[in-house]
């Protein structure tokens, strides 16, 4: 079993920053590869970012790509998701994952075995 604990979400301006972090809990965060995913209202749950179990590994949505960096640090068991040059339509709630797949390619959902709560972010335009 694997708890997720997602913090640092909040209200920004577009244009700013965020950084996200995710402590997992209950096995080594090493064994397993991790994501970040949104969902905005009234939309699906899309995929955001995603890093293998030993880090060297990534993978971005297009709409992220040059803006958002997902990091591990796996003696803290903590992934984080730090969010530059934000937009209005990254407005979401946030969700990490964790993959035992964790080869740091997994886009879908049900590729990911464990979700966190969430933490809302919201971008003023």
């Known amino acids: 079993q694997v708890q997720l604990v997602e913090s640092g979400g909040g209200l920004v301006q577009a244009g700013g920053s965020l950084r996200l972090s995710c402590v997992a809990s209950?096995?080594?965060?090493?064994?397993?590869?991790m994501g970040w995913f949104r969902q905005a209202p009234g939309k699906e749950r899309e995929f955001v970012a995603t890093i293998s179990w030993s880090g060297r590994i990534t993978n971005y949505a297009d709409s992220v790509k040059g803006r958002f960096t997902i990091s591990r640090d796996n003696a803290k068991n903590t992934v984080y998701l730090q969010m530059n040059s934000l937009k209005f339509e990254d407005t979401a709630v946030y969700y990490c994952?964790?993959?035992?797949?964790?080869?740091?390619?997994?886009?879908?959902?049900?590729?990911?075995?464990?979700w966190g709560q969430g933490t809302q972010v919201t971008v003023s335009s």
């Open positions: 209950g096995r080594p965060s090493s064994n397993y590869g």
């Open positions: 994952a964790a993959s035992f797949r964790g080869l740091g390619v997994e886009q879908r959902p049900r590729e990911y075995d464990y």
